[in-house]
């Protein structure tokens, strides 16, 4: 029998990675919930005109065939989902009658797409979406509130790289080309949202190609050079001459956007209004994010999203939405590849309870009963070895705690803390560990 | 647009239902972790030709096929895991050498079967696996851990209906059947594993048919008639008169298996040597469990498992392993279906703080930031509207508390208790719920 080796496209995780991993998903939930999140789930399958109503991703779907089944055509198609927004927007519909709006929801769930795999690619990968719908209307303070919270969770994964969120808003830059005179807005979206691709000498010729004249294609290019920190990006907006309804409402937005987040910057935080953000493919028609890790721009954008008038409609009723994407395996998989990211122990164990002999393993299990009921992970040894086999055991797992217990005959129970080499006295009621020690840490390494 | 209707099949949770699913994974989690088994997750798709290794499962499993491939055959075939047995097999051969044995994991995944639906069965649907696997040998010890590692788990969801997990031995039931002269000791235990399904009749017809003789039937169905709470089954089974190495091996290992579990059985627990349990199609070679809930048992086993001699093996070195299998949906969704259990509210937040005027949002950001840095959950208001219509706002999600912050020109904080009516000057740095409303509770309703 050959040895299994990998698939190309599903990443897999050994168990201190899959340690790092569970800890982040732990503290998106904590944030997201922490501000009144629903946590939902969607089920892997969609039917196929579902997944099929946005052309461009036609491509990328796994569809589904039972294997005894005579003729595909005999069941409803069905196919796995590219994202958990057609999903969420295909829920929302369904439930409309039993949820409450606003709604707020997060889902951290894998996804699949059906394509050659290539760097950073993945054809199953986990994304944590927020979302807020609403019935018929959703105020703006909703839009600052994703980013916020997004802002919030990537703050407290502080072992991640420092981060940069940058935000525009569609009105802004769609009401700027209406007052330029474009023939085609949408064209000059899609061509900008090529800068960080192609050199500005390209986007110049492919701006042209959408109708403007090389004046007007130079003002479209200064206007995604602008970007600021600060509310200061308006004025330079200004600067540029043009004036629009449109331009004015998107304009108030993003400062709004800007000021909302501007007590969550540190020096690992940035929130950045850039000029440049377009969002080229998707059908937002508000304010658009992205991410990029300070370092790792080449990962793209690992946190997405943006406002949608109409996430969902059933053609009575528009539910618009406002939401954010964060790509945990983009984000994730290639740190822990490389081994930046790795957890200090393989299993979740605080103490290796080491046993005397097989006749009184029922002792070792008493004392790993009595750590357990006060949340001390611990296990207890798979066999009565010499205690320096078991000491080995536990190092071998990053175990930083073995306990030797007291023999049938008295004698105290001892805990040896195999880092140090330090053993004491210690009663299995009583003795706790440091709090750092109680959980698998999370450990950053520099590879360069 | 006609609204979606749900798949077949495909069950989905409202907001309030997940969040009882997810307490019930989280406590799950936390006791594996506790023992010091490790979370992993393995890729949903595996090669159809592993998948294919059982016969008796291929027809069930979904094929996966990329929209745009011209042709299936020019690529490596997949198909959705149907189990987190197969994947974790593959796994631990994939990567023997990175792993330290004996090896303790916890799975909690969505597994996916293409058959027909019918009454509890699903297409999509949540297991939570542990298991312990060796290098070459594992210690019986570890069949004693699985057992107590999955009723603890469950006695701690005491939200449950009561249930009885019901263990058996293999080498038990096989030694037996080689000392009565069975000529296919599979097909025996194949026949008895019916006993659920058919009347001991019909078994007894079906043992027959094995080429036992009338009285060789009346013996085994006398053996699995057998059960008892303590070890007194084994006298009873001396009691038939029958010899056999193999049968004395298994009796002894039930026996610690019973004793073994005892001190965790209470009113909502019980463990049962039940010699009627075979576990007829799986590749078990000594203990085998199954569990039924109490008054629910048409719900079938919603927890079975069992010993490997071999899990997994790549022909030099053998990976034998013992895991037990919780059935999560099929024992959460028919329960959640019925109104038998729900969460107390729709949303995790505890408070919802109020806005006074759309001016004074930011006030209202400040309490909800400090409610929050104190693991409080909240929301703001989505709009100023009167108090009224705030309190009916947190009424219908079920969140206990609004906050009505301190308006901008001096006046203190107050926050009312929405059930009791009770309202009471607070402090954003200091006020806290009582422990029971920090998070939503799962309650349980009697529907008859």
Partial sequence: VARPTPLSGFPELLPAQRTVEQQVVDTLRCVFELHGFSGIETRAVEPMDQLLRKGETSKEVYVLRRLQEADASTDARLGLHFDLTVPFARYVLENAGKLDFPFRRYQIQKVWRGERPQGGRYREFTQADIDVVGLDTLAFHHDVEVATVMVEALRRLDFLPPFRLQVNNRKLIAGFYRALGAPDVDAVMRAVDK????TPDRVHALLVETGLTDDQADLALRLAAISSTDGSFADRVRELGLTDPLLDEGLAELAALVE????LTDDRVEVVADLSIARGLDYYTGTVFE??????????????GGRYDALATDGRT??????????????????????????????PSAVLVAVVTEDERPLSGAVATALRGR?????????????????????????????????????????????????????????????EDLRPQVVRRSTQ
């Fill in 318 to 347: 528009t539910y618009p939405g406002v939401g954010i994407s964060l790509g945990l395996s983009r984000l994730l998989v290639p740190l822990l590849g490389a081994g930046e990211l790795t957890a200090d122990r393989t299993v």
């Fill in 291 to 304: 991410t990029r890790l300070v370092g790792a721009e080449h990962l793209g954008s690992i946190c997405s």
């Fill in 195 to 198: 800068l960080d691709k192609l």
């Fill in 260 to 263: 909302g987040c501007a007590a």
């Fill in 375 to 435: 949340g001390i992970a611990c296990e207890v040894a798979p066999a009565a070895q010499r205690f320096g086999k078991q000491i080995r055991y536990a190092e071998r797992r990053g175990i930083p705690y073995v306990w030797f217990p007291a023999a049938g005959d008295g004698g105290g129970h001892e805990v040896k803390d195999i880092r140090s080499g330090d053993q004491v006295g210690a009663d299995p009621a009583t003795w706790t560990p440091p709090t």
